[in-house]
């Protein structure tokens, strides 16, 4: 009983010393879009670049062109994101602070079709220093064909996650469960590129390009590093 008043006063302390002049909560979620704040992300700097760096150049030039139209998005958005050049890649540890790491695997999350990214897990005060991508090698080598437009944007999908983007799937049948593409959409149909297992566009032209929502969640980790006066 007493630990509970203890902790019940802690807590009010807390609430009294946070009130004035602090920033309000971070942001952690939104329509059609979610952080990635149980890997401890809550922004990315406005200042610092962002790399994606590539284990071979074979690599670096499959993947430029799927790349190009959305790193223009993720800079418009604010984030300094640029493609640079080719690493030595170990997916089970983080690279230098900044890069987002591409490589291939077979299977990474051990199911087929699917590709795994994360960015490095509670980095210093919440702000993103990059992360591992692991496209499957499946995509290229004829065992697992998917439509042009899966493709794409799966391979947008992946690198946003290392940003600090997590699936913003949501209960919609209320089945207890955020289920498989349960996401919010616009009124054409169009839901995040970070639903999982599968978003964003469908059409030729913009299939592989960065829907508002994901937008709007890059711009919430951006805001929550400037709330936080981290530069
Ligand atoms: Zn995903």
């Given at each position: 009983m007493r630990k509970t008043l203890a902790v019940a006063a802690a807590l009010a302390a807390c609430?009294?010393?946070?009130?004035?002049?602090?920033?309000?909560?971070?942001?952690?979620?939104?329509?059609?879009?979610?952080?990635?704040?149980?890997?401890?992300?809550?922004?990315?700097?406005?200042?610092?670049?962002?790399?994606?760096?590539?284990?071979?150049?074979?690599?670096?030039?499959?993947?430029?062109?799927?790349?190009?139209?959305?790193?223009?998005?993720?800079?418009?958005?604010?984030?300094?994101?640029?493609?640079?050049?080719?690493?030595?890649?170990?997916?089970?540890?983080?690279?230098?602070?900044?890069?987002?790491?591409y490589t291939e695997m077979y299977r990474p999350l051990g199911r087929g079709g699917y590709s795994?990214?994360?960015?490095?897990?509670?980095?210093?005060?919440?702000?993103?220093?990059?992360?591992?991508?692991?496209?499957?090698?499946?995509?290229?080598?004829?065992?697992?064909?998917?439509?042009?437009?899966?493709?794409?944007?799966?391979?947008?999908?992946?690198?946003?996650?290392?940003?600090?983007?997590?699936?913003?799937?949501?209960?919609?049948?209320?089945?207890?469960?955020?289920?498989?593409?349960?996401?919010?959409?616009?009124?054409?149909?169009?839901?995040?590129?970070?639903?999982?297992?599968?978003?964003?566009?469908?059409?030729?032209?913009?299939?592989?390009?960065?829907?508002?929502?994901?937008?709007?969640?890059?711009?919430?980790?951006?805001?929550?590093?400037?709330?936080?006066?981290?530069?």
């Amino acid at each position: 009983m007493r630990k509970t008043l203890a902790v019940a006063a802690a807590l009010a302390a807390c609430a009294l010393t946070a009130a004035p002049g602090r920033p309000a909560e971070l942001l952690a979620t939104g329509s059609g879009w979610k952080l990635a704040t149980r890997l401890g992300v809550t922004s990315l700097s406005p200042s610092r670049q962002y790399t994606l760096t590539f284990a071979t150049a074979a690599m670096k030039s499959r993947y430029t062109p799927y790349l190009t139209a959305a790193v223009s998005q993720v800079k418009a958005a604010g984030v300094k994101l640029v493609i640079g050049g080719v690493e030595s890649v170990n997916p089970a540890k983080c690279g230098p602070v900044g890069h987002i790491q591409y490589t291939e695997m077979y299977r990474p999350l051990g199911r087929g079709g699917y590709s795994q990214a994360m960015p490095c897990p509670h980095p210093p005060k919440g702000v993103g220093t990059g992360g591992i991508v692991a496209i499957d090698t499946e995509y290229w080598d004829g065992s697992w064909p998917m439509p042009e437009y899966k493709l794409r944007n799966t391979l947008v999908h992946e690198p946003l996650h290392a940003l600090g983007l997590d699936h913003p799937n949501l209960d919609l049948n209320k089945d207890g469960k955020a289920g498989d593409g349960e996401c919010v959409a616009t009124r054409y149909g169009n839901t995040p590129v970070m639903c999982s297992p599968n978003g964003g566009y469908r059409t030729s032209t913009s299939m592989g390009r960065l829907t508002g929502f994901d937008t709007a969640g890059l711009k919430a980790l951006l805001a929550n590093a400037r709330a936080q006066g981290i530069k």
